[in-house]
């Protein structure tokens, strides 16, 4: 069985570090090279994140990743990836929209010292996944992720997660 040259999946998947989790729904676009297994993906997700912070307290809230693949797509899958949370971009694009406009109309001024301060860290990861076709409509696949997750006010106490997908192929 070979693999379509490009192929939409829509899949399910968590990835844990110990009681951590981030589990969502998302979408992804395959394109193979003409008459060759090798390719490129690019995925969109909504997840569902549980993190623990380094002073203990658990952080929840959700997460809008985009990011892309590039390897090897057939019945087995190998691959690298690299994404990024975008739900934590848009929100400081519009802090930065709402609050600096504000405080250059009101003082009609700019202020870089204050623009330092701002969190324009946006989470991301990088990882290596592997998968295999159960059929032409199905596909199982495990990974591991470095993910850098924090915010202004806290930080995650562990990068290192590992997780499985399960996909529906169309």
């Known amino acids: 069985m070979t693999l379509a040259a490009n192929q939409t999946r829509v899949y ?13 729904l998302g979408v992804q676009y395959i394109a193979l090279a003409p008459r060759s297994e090798l390719g490129v993906g690019l995925f969109s997700s909504l997840n569902h994140a549980t993190i623990n912070d380094l002073q ?3 952080q929840q809230f959700a997460q809008w990743e985009i990011g892309g693949k590039l390897g090897y797509f057939d019945v087995f ?10 739900s934590e ?32 860290n946006v989470d991301g ?4 996944g592997t998968g295999i076709s159960i059929n032409q409509f199905i596909t199982i696949g495990a990974f591991a992720r470095y993910r850098q997750i924090d915010s202004e006010h806290w930080q995650s106490d562990n ?3 590992g997780g499985l997908s399960l996909s529906v192929v169309f």
């Open 12 to 24: 399910l998947s968590t990835e844990s570090h110990n009681q951590q989790t981030i589990s969502g």
């Open 56 to 58: 203990g307290d658990t």
């Open 77 to 86: 899958e190998l691959y690298a990836e690299i994404g990024m949370d975008m």
């Open 89 to 120: 971009g848009m929100g400081n694009l519009a802090y930065v929209s709402l609050f600096e406009q504000d405080e250059y109309d009101e003082h009609n001024s700019f202020e870089q010292d204050r623009h330092d301060d701002l969190p324009f």
């Open 125 to 128: 990861f990088v990882g290596i």
């Open 159 to 161: 990068q290192l997660y």
